[in-house]
């Protein structure tokens, strides 16, 4: 027995953080969307009842570190399924960017093992064992948009917004998500408008997206990270309609509504930055 899944990066349209909890996580009040940049995830059926992963990527690691590798033995311990699964994982989404792709590839793996073995979860079951790989991991297995809540665990699904082009450009640096958290100065934050962003996307307002787009993590990664800064200003400078960091980055991503402006930031940033993605808002 064979299947596949295709696992999405997500965008933060918006990232507000409340307050520091007492178990280290943040409350956070997120607006996120899913873009058609994706992994490939290929399942096959096993045995004798091993775990084993194989990656595109040499340098993610195939063992118990991969969080596919955790969301298969999860669902396997919590269904006591004694068969095994042989997963190939075909990267696509840059690693540790802020996109959430070893999120969503934990995310398709419950969706896929949920399938190969015939388990018979609901998305409401998956998304209550995800949340134990990582607070992302709910989101990216409803997938869509969502407002996303408590330490981002929480999903209530919106609208979507107005398809757009999304360009995504990822200097080549990689950044810890626990350190921009631990850096970020929780009493002089700028809060964004979530419920203005929330009535603008109902309103498939495109414009009034791009003008509410704000993620309170930005600012602790653009003093880090110069490069992350330059790759914004550049985005502006090519004439992006909208553009913000996603997550923690060091993604910096752009929404454009014609396709010629698309070609001429894409080309533009190509010029000095070798990751970079024009890509389809899915949400
Ligand atoms: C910032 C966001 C925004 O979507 O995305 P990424 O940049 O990772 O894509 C998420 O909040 C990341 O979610 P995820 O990557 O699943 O994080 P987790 O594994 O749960 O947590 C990693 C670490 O980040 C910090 N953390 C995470 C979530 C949260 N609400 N508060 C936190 O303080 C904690 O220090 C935690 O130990
Ligand atoms: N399937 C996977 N794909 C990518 N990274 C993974 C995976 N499993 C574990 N990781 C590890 O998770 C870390 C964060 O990866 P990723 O999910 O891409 O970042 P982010 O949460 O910033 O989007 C990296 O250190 C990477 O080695």
Known sequence: MKCSIKAPAKINLTLDTLRKREDGYHEVEMIMTTVDLADRLDFTDREDGKIVIDVSEGFVPNDHRNLAYQAAELIKKHCQVKRGVSIYIT????????LAGGSSDAAATLKGLNQLWSLGLSLDELAI??????????????GGTALATGRGERIEKISSPPSCWVILAKPPIGVSTADIYNK?????????DTKGMKSAIEQKDFKQICKLLHNTLESVTLDL????RHIK?????????????????PTVFGLVEKESRMHRVYNGLKGFCSDVYAVRLIG
């Open 129 to 142: 064992l995800g949340e134990k790989i990582g607070s992302d991991v709910p989101f990216c297995i409803y």
């Open 91 to 98: 990267k696509r989404i840059p690693v540790s960017a802020g």
């Open 184 to 192: 970020l100065n929780i009493n002089n934050i700028q809060h964004p």
């Open 233 to 249: 200003e550049q985005m502006e400078k090519f004439g992006v309609d909208g553009v913000l960091m996603s997550g923690s980055g």
């Open 225 to 228: 990270y110069p490069e992350v």
